[in-house]
């Protein structure tokens, strides 16, 4: 099965203010919900896998938040991505240069308002 693993700083949630915003959500950073981005993941016809680097009961918590009840969804920490990525899949995040060596495997890697197609 296709997955799709989307990121939740600065990719699922947008802040308000510039810069990057490790863990922005539990520091009471002003964001809004990457509409564009959970509008995609709606259609997406595969598994989701919500992530970050502040562990997956941090994006637990933002992406019950953000996502709608229709989307079903499991979460991740960033060290444990690419355990079982395979080709096909897709990573979206706002720091996509970090997964570039996963595009040597067929993995698609995407910043949050790139079309992944």
């Not at 990057?20 to 016809?45: Q, R, T, V, W």
């Not at 079982?84 to 495997?105: N, P, R």
């Given at each position: 099965?296709?997955?799709?693993?989307?990121?939740?700083?600065?990719?699922?949630?947008?802040?308000?203010?510039?810069?990057?915003?490790?863990?922005?959500?539990?520091?009471?950073?002003?964001?809004?919900?990457?509409?564009?981005?959970?509008d995609?993941?709606?259609?997406?016809?595969?598994?989701?896998?919500?992530?970050?680097?502040?562990?997956?009961?941090?994006?637990?918590?933002?992406?019950?938040?953000?996502?709608?009840?229709?989307?079903?969804?499991?979460?991740?920490?960033?060290?444990?991505?690419?355990?079982?990525?395979?080709?096909?899949?897709?990573i979206?995040?706002?720091q996509?240069?970090?997964?570039?060596?996963?595009?040597?495997?067929?993995?698609?890697?995407?910043?949050?308002?790139?079309?992944?197609?």
């Amino acid at each position: 099965m296709r997955k799709i693993l989307v990121d939740v700083d600065d990719t699922l949630v947008i802040y308000k203010s510039n810069g990057i915003h490790p863990y922005g959500f539990i520091h009471g950073d002003p964001f809004e919900p990457n509409k564009e981005l959970i509008d995609k993941l709606k259609n997406f016809d595969g598994e989701i896998i919500i992530w970050s680097g502040g562990g997956a009961g941090y994006a637990q918590r933002v992406a019950e938040m953000v996502l709608p009840d229709d989307i079903v969804f499991n979460c991740k920490t960033k060290g444990d991505l690419d355990i079982d990525m395979v080709e096909g899949d897709v990573i979206v995040d706002d720091q996509k240069e970090y997964f570039t060596s996963l595009s040597a495997i067929g993995v698609k890697v995407v910043s949050p308002f790139e079309d992944w197609g």
